[in-house]
């Protein structure tokens, strides 16, 4: 049957939107810049089975992680599902908040905050599960969960468990993690038991029909003047964050450097964050006396008295972002004490006794964390004048001063000559470069970061730079 062009509603552009709506894959990812039509896609993909024969066993759950945050894709819903479907109904009451087609079909808008929100869907049967803003979930716990309710007891329906996501958020890292890093845009990922996953990248330049009706919208993004927002917002870039904490004083060329060796006059010492369920993070720094070194490309160069050199690092987790390991804490100081053998032996120094998170040395029954860890790090009971770590400064205000102090720190790293001590980060340490660079302001108080983003490391690092200070004296270090 030909159909009449006068009376297509919406079909998908070339590209992107087409790409989308043909995925045979299980698990996609509609990724990109603003603008390319995702959420729209996000939508047809489920409409484009209504009135399959399918009936009641076609029902769908799009997801956001605020209530709010379904106001402009329920609108969108209504532009274009009251006009392709006029007998369908949108059911407005916050119990119901669903589309619902006369042969059957639902569509469900909800939101899910919490990892405990997974039991609210337990046992339930839903062939198609959207994702709106990837991004807006701090992990990949809920979205993972999730993932065994995308499933139907009919046979031949198809099953479907599809997102949309910018580059920016408290979830960017296991996003980029999970679906950014592995391949290129349009390349299956199969993970170790067979599942499949890929991701589509989606262009402004795609959205023929935006660019016309609004060509001050392209102009808009074109004229920003913060490159990396820019690169964000118009490219669709993953390796920067718009609007970041770091973004504009962080540059990878000039602040992630190769290991040279440190004179074994430097101060070196460890910092630390506990996790437990949650990453803990430790971090061994060489701060600058104001000596000359000489660099990996064999240049000389004398930093500034007090500049902080990362160069090594132990990141406590599972493999998955923000997720912890869950150690014992007489563990992690028998393996720390290893990791420290390394170091010592490689620049010939004593490792001092640095900042670690103050929540390690409440007593719980006569026995703190930080006493277990010494434990395990000296092989015995130790005393408290034994500690290997000291407390942090976590007094009112010291979070956001942590962070403006690192924000100069990276600024200054950036002039040459160098004027003030800066803050360098050795290669090797790829949990802070991975991490680090990328993460986001707090939407309610852009002074801080946003808790709920993988900032483990940040934590660690903020610890270690509010206990700096320019030493005054060189100080000889014998080694252990």
Avoid at 127 to 141: A, Q, R, V, Y
Avoid at 216 to 223: A, C, E, G, I, N
Avoid at 409 to 432: H, Y
Wanted: hydrophobic residues 35%; contains cysteine; proline residues 6%.
């Amino acid at each position: 049957m030909k159909i009449n062009p006068d009376s297509v509603i919406w079909k998908p552009q070339a590209g992107s939107q087409e790409l989308f709506l043909s995925c045979p894959v299980f698990e996609c990812l509609y990724e990109g810049t603003r603008g390319p039509g995702k959420t729209d896609g996000l939508l047809m993909d489920f409409a484009q089975h209504i009135g399959q024969g399918y009936g009641a066993a076609w029902r769908g759950l799009l997801f956001r992680r605020e209530y709010k945050e379904l106001a402009d894709v329920v609108t969108k819903s209504k532009k274009w599902f009251s006009r392709i479907f006029p007998k369908a109904r949108f059911l407005e009451s916050q119990s119901e908040f669903k589309w619902r087609w006369e042969t059957g079909e639902e569509l469900l808008f909800r939101t899910v905050k919490r990892v405990d929100d997974y039991w609210n869907y337990h046992g339930h049967e839903y062939p198609w599960i959207g994702w709106e803003e990837l991004t807006n979930w701090p992990d990949s716990k809920l979205y993972m969960d999730m993932m065994s309710v995308c499933r139907s007891s009919t046979p031949g329906l198809p099953r479907k468990y599809r997102a949309t996501a910018n580059p920016y958020g408290v979830g960017h890292n296991w996003v980029k993690a999970r679906f950014i890093d592995p391949a290129p845009p349009g390349n299956i990922i199969t993970d170790e038991k067979g599942r499949e996953r890929v991701r589509l990248h989606g262009n402004i330049y795609e959205n023929k029909i935006l660019l016309e009706a609004d060509p001050d919208y392209l102009l808009t993004l074109q004229s920003i003047t913060d490159k990396n927002k820019k690169r964000a917002w118009l490219f669709g870039d993953w390796d920067i964050v718009a609007g970041g904490m770091f973004d504009d004083v962080f540059q990878r060329d000039v602040h992630v450097i190769k290991p040279f060796q440190i004179p074994s006059s430097w101060y070196f010492d460890r910092s630390f964050d506990w996790g437990s369920s949650k990453p803990f993070s430790v971090g061994w720094w060489a701060e600058s006396d104001g000596s000359q070194v000489t660099l990996a490309n064999g240049k000389q160069y004398t930093f500034p008295r007090g500049t902080l050199f990362r160069i090594a690092e132990w990141y406590g987790w599972n493999g998955e972002p923000n997720e912890g390991c869950k150690m014992v804490s007489e563990e992690i100081g028998k393996t720390l004490r290893e990791y420290e053998k390394l170091i010592t032996q490689k620049y010939s120094c004593k490792i001092k006794p640095g900042p670690a998170d103050s929540s390690i040395f409440n007593e719980i029954d006569g026995d703190s964390i930080a006493q277990k860890i010494n434990s395990g790090y000296h092989g015995s009971v130790v005393k408290k004048n034994r500690n290997i770590f000291t407390t942090a400064n976590k007094a009112p205000g010291s979070r956001k001063q942590g962070w403006e102090i690192l924000r100069t720190r990276l600024s200054a790293s950036l002039k040459q000559p160098m004027e003030n001590p800066g803050i360098f980060v050795f290669d090797n340490c790829t949990q802070w470069v991975r991490t680090f660079p990328v993460l986001p302001r707090d939407s309610k108080d852009p002074e801080d970061i946003d808790t709920l983003a993988e900032d483990h490391i940040a934590d660690e690092t903020r610890y270690r730079v509010l206990a700096s200070r320019n030493i005054s004296r060189r100080v000889r270090v014998s080694g252990v």
